[in-house]
């Protein structure tokens, strides 16, 4: 009886042990790319909270608060996003909306672990932060990537918390380079295109290769996309977070390089034949892109290893470009391409009242009330709309103008745009004007 009891027992463990066989075998015949890298990088995919106070004002709901005009009202307003760790330290790379106007923030790692975290710094125009915390001790990293050798196919893995649903992953394939789109009122130039679901909530998780390296990082500004998704290229976040990291703001870089709409009719005088580029009207003497070579005339086809549109294209890709980062051009010159590299530098200050001249047609000086203008340009914009010496300017974009410091930050800040929003004071009216920049 006892021997029989051993034999079954030792088939019963030879079962045992040809099904956990089985079952490892089939696991690792199921294995592929996406499962290593997903565990490879997860836990350095960390998912974000924040908090905003949101201040408004109720409806009087009875005669008695009719009679005071209401009350404000202060409420916290939750959001969710995810991010990225980038360094050992605990350096976390975001979206700049996911942490827009937060009030508070706490990250939550891989492990559990939820930890406070401050903005060292972040960007509207390339929708671009750096988030900080402290772990006490090494946490878990991603690898930033290269972008510019992406290839249109390649399969592409998002990680993120979509609508809050922590770790999702999403696969596809990287489906279009260089996207530009509109959304919230700004342009964004750029992207990647993938179609990997990208839904509210994957904000600031990485795009990642099939070597697990961070390509992009995910962005759902974009809310009317159906079944495509946008994420900013590494090699973008990278200059970026640099600035960001050092400054905690992108210097306003300057070329010194004026450009206009290039018609075909112009294109072909200039020995071109294609649809798109910009036509260099002027270039700053003594500036970067004079040093550079380049010259009035010149068509720019390409910045770095992207096609540019227009004249509006070419602006807005140089936002992403900090100031002391090389930034490669292809121009073509009576027909004959040529690449030229210019060094950007930080927008000198001195310029910038003859910008406010050149383009607004006013010269300020401060005063104790505030920036009164001195000079209006006969046709000028300003001029145009009724501005007059005497005036005070009290805004520009809504920042208010408390010293000439202060306002050649602002005119500086706005170049890159196509108008400026004025608050000018006469006696004891304001009115807003939006006048063409």
Do not use: C
């Not at 390509?215 to 090699?235: E, L, V």
């Amino acid at each position: 009886m006892g021997s029989l009891l051993v034999d079954s027992a030792r088939a019963m463990n030879h079962v045992m042990l040809l099904t956990v066989a089985l079952f490892t075998s089939d696991l690792q015949s199921r294995r592929d790319v996406v499962v290593d890298v997903v565990q490879k990088v997860s836990p350095a995919v960390v998912y974000i909270g924040t908090v905003q106070v949101v201040e408004s004002r109720f409806r009087p709901r009875s005669p008695f608060e009719e009679l005071f005009g209401g009350a404000d009202e202060r409420r916290a307003v939750e959001g969710l996003g995810t991010g990225v760790l980038v360094d050992p330290s605990g350096v976390i790379i975001t979206n700049e909306h996911v942490v827009r106007g937060a009030s508070e923030i706490h990250v939550v790692l891989a492990d559990g672990r939820q930890l406070d975290a401050e903005v060292v710094g972040a960007d509207a125009e390339n929708d671009l932060a750096v988030v900080r915390i402290n772990p006490k001790g090494p946490v878990p990293f991603a690898k930033l990537g290269i972008s510019s050798d992406l290839m249109i196919g390649e399969k592409a893995i998002a990680i993120g918390s979509p609508f809050g649903l922590k770790k999702s992953v999403t696969v596809g394939v990287v489906s279009a380079l260089g996207r530009s789109f509109k959304a919230d009122g700004r342009t964004y130039n750029d992207f990647i295109q993938t179609d990997a679901s990208i839904n509210p909530g994957n904000s600031g998780g990485p795009l990642l290769n099939i070597d697990g390296e961070v390509i992009g990082i995910n962005s759902a500004i974009f809310s009317g996309a159906q079944g495509i998704g946008f994420a900013i290229p590494a090699d973008k976040v990278r200059r970026v977070i640099a600035e960001l990291s050092q400054y905690g703001k992108v210097r306003p870089a300057w070329v010194g390089l004026e450009v206009q709409p290039l018609t075909s009719e112009l294109g072909k005088r200039l020995g071109w034949d294609r649809t798109y580029g910009a036509l260099v009207w002027n270039v700053e003497a003594g500036s970067p892109a004079e040093q550079a070579g380049v010259q009035r005339g010149d068509i720019v086809t390409q910045m770095g290893t992207t096609q540019l549109e227009d004249a509006d294209d070419f602006q807005s890709r140089l936002k992403s470009y900090p100031a002391k980062t090389p930034l490669p051009l292809t121009l073509v010159r009576n027909g004959q391409a040529l690449n030229v590299v210019v060094t950007p530098v930080e927008f000198p200050p001195r310029l910038a009242e003859g910008l406010a001249w050149d383009r607004l047609g006013l010269k300020l000086k401060a005063t104790q009330l505030g920036m009164q203008v001195i000079a209006v340009r006969p046709g000028s914009p300003s001029n145009r709309v009724g501005i007059e010496a005497g005036d005070m300017v009290v805004r520009l974009n809504n920042q208010p103008l408390t010293s000439l410091d202060v306002f050649k930050d602002a005119i500086i800040a706005a170049r890159g745009g196509k108008s400026v929003l004025l608050l000018v004071r006469r006696g004891r009216a304001g009115y807003y004007l939006t006048l063409p920049f």
